[in-house]
């Protein structure tokens, strides 16, 4: 780690690359109106002055206007990566010379550099968490609990993370209360269903070039990210089969116009599999055993677990090679399946990860509520909140304004039905 009189402290892979990363950010940034206002908001009325912000997400460009934001506010940003391989690493270098952020992220770390990465941030000793995936609620709970109480609250952006925090509420662990940003309505319904289901798109093609139309695709999960995915390679002419646990889920899917499959029947049928479940394992030995030659295989979910690659590599036995940039081939007893982006998200380890004008609301959501946890955060105890629903409408309502977009209002005839049991037929 370093630091000098001009920066902060940091671990990235070159400085040199600020320039081009300051270009990128400024770029996204016309793509992120909302952002935009609550960060002139921010720099008049200082909500988060003092207050040290430790921040655990992916380094792009969408995450470099979130984090002048909370700058803006009067905040102390200290961010680590989210993923290994998320980590756009000309960003990095713009957030530490020329926005003064302090930030330890480099595209492709290990394992042990990750983790190095985390604890730096832990060792800031930060007033609020904000996490995509929960790791960095996980570090302090686990290596770092001395600074639980230092800690007022924290934010997670994905489903994943907010999987987890409900585990630890659950079981009494959590010691600090956490607002899921992911479960607002502005959040999952617009980052998860359009922005993964064009990113992910965009990241296998940039990874395979294959043809997606007339192509047999499997979706493993049909929450909000695997529709996305699902609605966007059907538009593309693909055959969609859908792979559920969840009989709701398993029947909106067929009644969306795709198949319903086991991931044993999936297995045989496809051609493209992409898991988006937040769970482990989705495709196992007995899948991979099953597919065809030159099967491919991608996650949009938040870690790697998805597929089974212990087994993968297994069943390889070394017969492992880079065929394309982010695509791995493996060998299995003359059969060959490809995985790209060794498995980790696809849409940021062979993208750019999701459009900015979708980021916009997300990061809208993350900024608001951590104002909200800094004024509030006396009155929460420690579970796991919602994002509060005017913090919902005032997102929308700021999104809608900076497209040109107008709504009629109710009459107050309309305002006294809707509110009177009295009407009927």
Known sequence: M??????????????????????????????????????????????????????????????????????????EVHLAASNPISTQDDVAAALVAEYGIAVYARRGEDRDIYYSHLRSVADTRPAVTMDDGCDLVSLLHSERREILPDVLAGTEETTTGVIRLRAMAADRALAYPVVAVNEALTKHLFDNRYGTGQSTIDGILRATNVLLAGRKVVIAGYGWVGRGIASRMDGLGAHVAVVEVDPVRALEALMDGFRVLTAGEAAAWGELFVTATGNVNVFRREHFAAMKDGAIMANSGHFDAELDLKALREMAEGHVRDVRDNVQEFDIGGKRLNLIAQGRLVNLGAAEGHPAAVMDMSFANQALSVEYIVRHHTELEPQVYVVPEAIDAEVARLKLAAMGITLDEMTPEQREYVSSWQHGT
């Open 2 to 75: 370093t630091a000098s009189a001009t920066s902060p402290s940091h671990d990235v892979t070159d400085l040199g690359l600020a320039a081009r990363g300051t270009r990128r950010v400024e770029w996204a940034e016309r793509e992120m109106p909302v952002l935009r206002l609550i960060r002139e908001r921010f720099e008049r009325e200082q909500p988060l002055a003092g207050i040290r912000i430790g921040a655990c997400l992916h380094v792009t460009t969408e995450t470099a206007n979130l984090a002048r934001t909370l700058q803006a506010g009067g905040a």
